[in-house]
């Protein structure tokens, strides 16, 4: 097995062990030289195998067994910059209930409490509600990813692409973990301010 379809795999196995999806949901893809790599349709991703990923070329055909998430859309145009290798989508829960809430702020879905979430996250934006796999969805995303690495998308999940596999599951533990706290504190928390947030961009940048 070649290196990178064992850390892809290690990658698919690791998101559903932790609990980020469930049943057949969330998808994940690589660069793969001019092709992707991508999770099949249908499947629990803690049971993908070898034989099951998928090479999508960019005129939206593929070789594999089976078929490529329906969400192949959305992957692909996440790639349309060169600096991203990984997207990540899952439905993890707390997210997924952040997304399902009346959100009054679509620049940003949720307060910043942690430097960790400031730094790999900060505002995080909210795409309305649309159907999964669809042409609108992908091309809502597109514009959103051309400029940062992260969106919530109403009632669905998160989206979280990556110059590399850690750094694009580093980006989905963050939203995840903010979104727990935004739960556990139930309005009571202090979220950084914004000379706090701004002395950590410049101590990281
Ligand atoms: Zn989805």
Redesign the pocket.
């Known amino acids: 097995m070649e290196e990178w379809t064992s850390v892809f795999l290690d990658l698919c196995h690791d998101l559903q062990r932790r609990g980020f999806v469930s049943g057949s ?3 994940v893809s690589f660069r793969f030289g001019d092709r992707l790599l991508i999770t099949p349709s249908g499947r629990n991703l803690g049971a993908i195998r070898e034989r099951d990923l998928i090479f999508l070329n960019r005129d939206g055909s593929w070789e594999g067994e089976g078929r490529p998430s329906k ?1 192949w859309r959305m992957h692909l145009r996440c790639y349309c910059r060169d600096d991203v290798s990984v997207v990540i ?3 993890s829960s707390y997210a997924v209930a952040l997304s399902c809430l009346d959100l009054p702020d679509s620049d940003c879905a949720m307060a910043v409490y942690t430097p960790g979430y400031a730094i790999q996250v900060g505002n995080l934006p909210l795409l309305p509600y649309m159907v ?1 796999g669809s042409e609108e969805l992908a091309d809502r995303v597109a514009s959103v990813i051309d400029g940062r690495n992260s969106v919530l ?1 109403a009632n ?2 998160i989206l979280a692409v990556g110059s590399s596999p850690e750094r694009a599951l580093n980006v989905v533990e963050e939203i995840e973990e903010n979104a727990r706290l935004h739960f556990i504190l139930d309005g009571r928390g202090r979220p950084l301010g914004e000379e706090e947030r701004k002395a950590l961009s410049l101590l990281y940048r």
Do not use: M, W, Y
């Open positions: 949901g969330g998808n969400e989508h899952v439905h999964p998308l669905h999940g």
